[in-house]
């Protein structure tokens, strides 16, 4: 597959934009491994595979496990996952599948009950960037470094 555009270079603007976003989500409550998590999923969803690899390495690197990294997509068929992150997941899910239902009343009054408002925002928030970065990933051929 050849590489396309790189937006980094031809539209810096954008491109800080989008990190903008990245240095917000970094200051929100959101743990790591809860980030890492949506951004995998995520990521699955949209065959990004620049994405899943960064996010893969990098929640390695923050100590997730590999047996639980395997899992993900494949989380309601597993224990290995908390009640939050498994709402976490589903909201990754049905946000990053807009077009069936977005997200549904019954995974957002369970993220009510585990999380606050703030926690919630700052999930949609993390989820539609993820999604943005796949986007852009994906459009432009993004290239894994081996």
């Known amino acids: 597959m050849e590489t396309r555009v790189n937006i980094h270079t031809l539209e810096p603007q954008a491109f800080k934009a989008m990190l903008g976003l990245e240095n917000y989500l970094a200051t929100t409550q959101i743990s790591k491994a809860h980030k890492e998590l949506l951004k995998i999923r995520a990521s699955q969803i949209n065959g990004c595979a620049f994405c899943i690899d960064m996010h893969t390495k990098d929640a390695l690197k923050n100590g997730e496990t590999q047996q639980r990294i395997f899992l993900i997509s494949a989380w309601r068929e597993t224990t290995l996952f908390s009640e939050e992150e498994k709402v976490i997941l ?30 919630i925002a700052q999930l949609i928030i993390a989820i539609i960037t993820i999604n943005a970065w796949n986007r852009i990933a994906v459009s432009t051929h993004m290239q894994i470094e081996a």
């Open 90 to 119: 589903e909201m990754t899910e049905e946000i990053t599948l807009l077009h069936q239902q977005g997200l549904s009343e019954a995974t957002y009054k369970k993220a009510s009950v585990l999380f606050g408002e703030n926690y």
